[in-house]
């Protein structure tokens, strides 16, 4: 059998037909009721907590910062004008 571009010898015709079924079924219909709409939304209730959480990131940033900060003065203080490991080791020759 010689047939071009297609497996099976399923005519084109049929392939489509089972192709638009198969969309259709995958789409079906919306049924039942529809949904209440819901509930108002309290605003004053979600602003103070988009606020309370907006000042606990603050104040957890500026602790970092604090933190970041008094590492690298931990680290100023411990060096000794001399230079880095990684600058004795970019100066080093091959053996």
């Known amino acids: 059998m010689a047939s071009r571009g297609r497996r099976g010898g399923v005519p084109a015709r049929d392939d489509e037909q089972r192709r638009e079924e198969r969309v259709e079924q995958q789409a079906p219909a919306p049924q039942g009721s529809v949904l209440p709409p819901p509930p108002p939304v309290d605003y004053g209730v979600f602003m103070q ?47």
């Open 49 to 95: 907590g988009l606020v309370q959480a907006m000042q606990t990131l603050a104040h957890t940033q500026a602790a970092l910062q604090a933190q970041l900060e008094a590492q690298q003065a931990q680290a100023l203080a411990q060096d000794h004008g001399g230079p880095s490991i990684m600058e004795r080791f970019k100066r080093m020759t091959p053996p």
